[in-house]
Structures are given as structure tokens and as C-alpha cells.
């Protein structure tokens, strides 16, 4: 399955598209470590990701990585509703080097982000590391997920980041494995 958004504002200009296969992935966000992390993303989530997007980059680079959490968010939960049996929980303890993430997910329906992460420093080259928070909330927050991140063990500020969505990623892959018994993943019998 193929989702795709578009949004433009002021700020920014997006075209996100995301399939539920592990196909190439083409990432032009205009901000060269945010590229980084979301290509990583896309090869451990094992979801293909297209995105072009043009933003107020002169300013910083936060409107452009807030709004393509938000899409990306819209998008997984498209794919959600459409995949509607699946694992549902998901966990990843990742490490990179001397850095080690953890996070669980559940594919709840309810918004919710812990993020327990204190980056060692406040930048990656230019790119503003509270930006990480920042891109996380919004793609938690638009694709109803329960999630809880937590940089467990520090050390240099790159590690750090991708340690972080590399756990991210693959605690999504596994919450969205396909299950073959027809049953929603919920004792309720339904996710919302």
C-alpha cells in the first residue's frame, strides 16, 4: 500500500509519500542530518519513503522537520487503518557505539510522547538538536501512537540522534508486523 500528502504553507512546501515495503527511498528534506536520520529511518522501519520538501531554512531549520513529522505521522496512520491487524507493540533496544536507545511503542490510538533524551550538545553541525524532540511529537502526536523514548546512555551528540531513530524505527517495524489471525490487536475490539 502507497499513501502520499502534500502540504504547503508559508513556511513549507512537502510531498511525503510512504508504502509499507522495503523499496528505495528518495529523502530531499533541505536539511542535510535530518536526510541522515530519516534515510536510516526508512531502511530499519523497512518502509519506503519519498520526500521533497522546501522550507524557511534561513530562519532554522524547525518548521521544515516539524512538518514533516506531522505528514509522516498522517501517513503511518493511514497506513494503520488500512493494515488493521498487526503485532501492535513494538520494542527496540539499539545501540551506536557508546550511545544505546531504547523505545516501545503501542499502536494505541492515543497520542502520547516521553521523551527522555538529554543530547549532549545543542547542535549536530547546524542542525539544533531539540529539533529531535520536536520532529518525534509531531509524528507521535498525528499518528496516535503511545510512545516512549529514552537515550539510556550517552556520549557524542550524532550517536545519540541516530541511536534514537534507529530504536524508533525498528520498534515500528515490529508493532506493524502483520499478524494472520483477522483479530483487531485490542481486547476492545477496536483502535481509534
Known sequence: MIVNKTRNTAETQLTISV????RESHINTGVGFLDHMLTLFT?????SIKIEANGDTQVDDHHVTEDIGIVLGQLLLELVKERKYFQRYGVSYLP???????TVIDVSGRPYLSFNAQLSKEKVGTFDTE?????????????RLTTHIDLLRGGNTH????????????A????????????????????E
Open 43 to 47: 531502511f530499519h522501519s523497512q518502509l
Open 19 to 22: 508504502a509499507d515495503d522495503h
Open 172 to 191: 515500528l517495524k515490529d508493532a506493524l508486523t502483520p499478524i494472520d489471525i483477522k483479530v483487531t490487536p485490542s481486547s476492545k475490539g477496536v483502535i
Open 131 to 143: 529539533l529531535v524532540e520536536e520532529f518525534f511529537r509531531a509524528l507521535v502526536i498525528n499518528s
Open 159 to 170: 550517536h545519540e540522534i541516530e541511536s534514537i531513530f534507529k530504536s524508533f524505527a525498528r
Open 96 to 102: 551506536m557505539d557508546e550511545t544505546l536507545a531504547r
